[in-house]
């Protein structure tokens, strides 16, 4: 067994029933959500592991304020945190692109029929203005702050041209991107750069650390053109409908056991 087999096979889940035995909680649902998750990871990459868990019911009867975070492990093999279920709907009302994120990811360490319930209606929530914005803005933080110079962090190209192309296809298919960067690039990636960003992709898979690197200019001069584009086609877009909080109400009660 490769040393990769055993974090996902053993690890993983071994410290998932190790943070429910020591937090008194239930995991639901536990996912990769990071690089891995993105199809675009390096040999040495960590694993971002996230999970939404439930408390006991009592939990959400008390007065005081308790926290809704679990911040479990952070070291250079394993990342992992938790939302509490309450936290995790209330961010889905708003459309946090997180949440469609990790109901997405396609490698998942667990999940369970309360779950699947709410993954079943969770893209009635998505709204389309908000996913841009956030999207747009991820790309354009780290353009500006890695890819401007003539010398630059190579490996931060898919970390703009993915958001790039996750606008895309929220542009053109009205729905939560997919989390593989091939699903986007195949769908929405300009055929002119596909082979500077295939070469791009494998120099990172097979290198530990890429590094710096001259800025190609194929990829820079396309950055430029989708982000000003993107930004303009934003404005156009009507506000978001806004929706109730009957069907996240009812999937919160059922499976914190108020109702059947």
């Known amino acids: ?24 909680i239930r995991v639901i649902h536990c996912v990769e959500s ?16 996230r999970f939404i868990y439930v408390r006991p019911l009592e939990y959400y009867l008390r007065l005081d304020k308790t926290r809704d975070v679990i911040e479990w492990q952070l070291d250079e093999t394993l990342d992992i945190n938790g939302w509490d279920l309450q936290k995790a ?28 319930e709410i993954s079943a209606v969770i893209d009635h929530f998505f709204q389309k203005k908000a996913g841009l914005y956030h999207y747009l803005s991820t790309a354009k933080k780290n353009y500006r702050e890695y ?14 041209l993915r958001p ?17 960067f091939s699903e986007l690039a195949d769908a929405c990636l300009d055929e002119a750069l596909v082979p500077a960003v295939t ?17 190609i200019d194929v ?4 950055l430029d053109a989708s982000i000003e584009e993107i930004d303009h086609l934003i404005q156009a877009i009507p506000s978001d409908e806004k929706v109730t909080w009957d069907e996240l109400n009812r999937l919160f009660l059922k499976t914190v056991g108020l109702v059947k």
């Open 164 to 180: 790039i192309l996750a606008c895309r296809w929220i542009l053109e298919k009205q729905t939560p991107p997919p989390m593989l």
């Open 199 to 215: 070469d791009l992709l494998r120099l990172k898979m097979e290198t530990p650390e890429i590094g710096l690197g001259p800025r």
């Open 89 to 116: 709907l209330r961010l889905l009302h708003s459309s946090n692109p997180t949440l469609f994120e990790w109901n997405n990811s396609p490698i998942v360490y667990k999940t369970t029929p309360e779950w699947g």
């Open 34 to 49: 990071g690089s891995r998750a993105w199809g675009f990871a390096s040999p040495d990459s960590d694993y971002d592991v």
């Open 219 to 222: 990829i820079n001069d396309y």
């Open 147 to 160: 890819l401007k110079g003539d010398m630059v962090k190579l490996k931060k190209y898919f970390y703009v």
């Open 1 to 24: 067994m490769t040393d990769h087999q055993r974090i996902v096979q053993e690890i993983i889940p071994d410290k998932l029933k190790e943070i429910e035995a020591r937090e008194n």
